[in-house]
């Protein structure tokens, strides 16, 4: 093995770069700014270059320093989820981030079988269309839209997003809704979304829609609620809906699906990989998704290419 400088020397410069300063380095370590100052001098007698540039009372990072300490705050932060997952391994709490539409639908309608399966856990579901980070602790995994790729993430692809018109029988009646052109002269929820010409294009009509005002939500949840209402039709995504669909609640005109281009991914930090209560999770996860296969086009199910 490589004799590498001390630790605690790297932990101090590691420090002191990040504030490019002293004395907020010696308050962050509890040390006197005095004992900051040798242990870099020490490394950097080590080193035989300078790892600050000194002047007029100030310090910046010199050219070597700047090298050094991407990867050594990298390392740091590495060490410190290492330790996190070992403590999340004895943690009896699952905390799950979930982004609306698919948390406040398909998920929390099966929560609840994961929590009997694993009676020694207990789940916290929370539900948001904001990026939650998950290095920062406090959530042990997310489930994310995408294209699969977030740094220091494992996403593990779980089905494709897709939409279609849905809407109440009633709404489908009143209006006549049988062909796709019919959608053209209704009232549509979200009518200047880019995804409702994609999806008319799909089924061979390739007029662009002209801009409409008209009601937007944050969610496929309260699109749901206003259909269901009678308000308007709306795309949304017929895996999150199957027991109103199974109902006749709602009613799913035409067979043709939009796929944006993303999909949905599980993810957790890299550094958790093998944590007891995120590996029953995953399992369990899959298992569910696994008996609603059915229920879509088998494309669906392949990962973004």
Not at 237 to 260: C, I, K, M, N, Y
Request: aromatic share 10%; hydrophobic share 45%.
């Amino acid at each position: 093995m490589r004799k590498l400088p001390p630790l605690a020397a790297i932990r101090v410069f590691e420090a002191a770069g990040r504030h490019q300063n002293f004395s907020r380095a010696a308050e962050e370590l509890g040390m006197t700014q005095a004992a900051v100052s040798y242990q870099i001098r020490q490394l950097e007698d080590r080193l035989g270059r300078p790892l600050f540039v000194r002047d007029k009372g100030r310090v910046r990072l010199s050219e070597a320093g700047y090298r050094l300490l991407p990867a050594l705050s990298g390392a740091f932060a590495s060490i410190a989820d290492a330790f996190a997952a070992l403590q999340g391994d004895d943690d009896n709490v699952l905390t799950i981030s979930a982004a609306v539409s698919f948390g406040g639908t398909w998920l929390s309608s099966r929560i609840g079988r994961f929590q009997l399966r694993h009676p020694d856990l207990a789940v916290r579901l929370t539900q948001t269309n904001m990026m939650v980070d998950l290095g920062a602790g406090g959530v042990d995994v997310g489930l994310r839209v995408g294209a699969g790729h977030w740094p220091g993430l494992r996403a593990d692809f779980l089905f494709r997003s897709h939409v279609t018109p849905i809407c109440s029988p009633a709404f489908r009646a009143e209006h006549r809704v049988s062909t796709p052109a019919d959608l053209l002269r209704v009232e549509r929820v979200a009518p200047s979304d880019p995804w409702w010409s994609s999806w008319l294009a799909e089924t061979g009509i390739g007029e662009p829609l002209p801009p409409r005002a008209g009601i937007e939500f944050d969610s496929q949840i309260e699109e749901a609620s206003a259909v269901e209402g009678g308000y308007g039709i709306a795309l949304m995504s017929p895996l999150f809906w199957r027991a109103e669909l199974d109902s006749g609640r709602l009613v799913q005109p035409f067979d043709t699906l939009f796929l944006p281009g993303s999909a949905y991914y599980l993810v957790h930090p890299e550094s958790r990989v093998g944590v007891r209560k995120i590996e029953r999770f995953r399992e369990w996860l899959r298992e569910e998704l696994e008996a609603d296969r059915h229920l879509l086009p088998e494309r669906l199910w392949e990962p973004l290419p």
